[in-house]
């Protein structure tokens, strides 16, 4: 959607391009630089539409992404009642822990001033998250099963998994980028309690392990 069809288009329609879009998943500035420029003319607008439904636009415009999310619970009867369009899907255990890290990470490179596009190896990653994960002789099925989470998270949009002839001509391992939108989910008070988190991880893995405990 160029600037030429949001000036062609009733307000009506304009508005539907922009929000059919949104609810069904992430707008990008990358990916569609007209449709992107055409939802900051039209922000205000989307906002108010999408909050009859429950919803809340976010919008980043330094990072270039935006999304719909639900609004938080309201004290209004009528809102309250309303039923939800976008589900929460409880996360594994595995997932939580590697989004956070991945976070962490990300947070690790912005502060050492370089590019803004962080890309991880499939190899760096498996390490970032092997030391959480219970103890296997079986380094193939943990890679497996570290795959499966990095595919889930795929899904959900938090990483982006690069082609090998752009990311790594040699083809060795599989190559992601972490999506600058992980920020508007991991929040910084999440961060500053991730400590105690992982802690709190790290016991429920000693548990699972049947490992005693220490009166």
Known sequence: ?????????????????????????????????????????????????????????????????AFLRARAESDDEVTSKLPRLIVRRPLSFPVSLLLALLRKKQIEFDASGGDTRLVLSRDEIVELIRVFLPDSSNEARLIDQIETHLNKIVELGFLRKLKP???????????????????????????????????????????????????
């Open 1 to 65: 959607m160029t600037e030429s069809m949001l000036d062609n288009t009733t307000p009506n329609h304009a508005l539907s391009a922009l929000v059919i879009p949104l609810l069904k998943g992430v707008i990008y500035q990358e990916n569609d630089a007209g449709l992107w420029q055409a939802l900051l003319q039209l922000q205000a607008r989307v906002r108010d539409y999408v909050t009859v439904l429950g919803l809340e636009l976010v919008l980043d415009e330094a990072e270039g992404y």
């Open 165 to 215: 002839a752009t990311a790594n001509p040699g083809g060795q391992t599989t190559v992601f980028e972490v999506r600058r939108i992980l920020k508007a989910f991991v929040d910084a008070q999440w961060l500053t309690d991730l400590d105690g988190r992982l802690a709190a991880y790290q016991a429920q893995l000693a548990d699972k392990q049947g490992e005693p405990h220490d009166e």
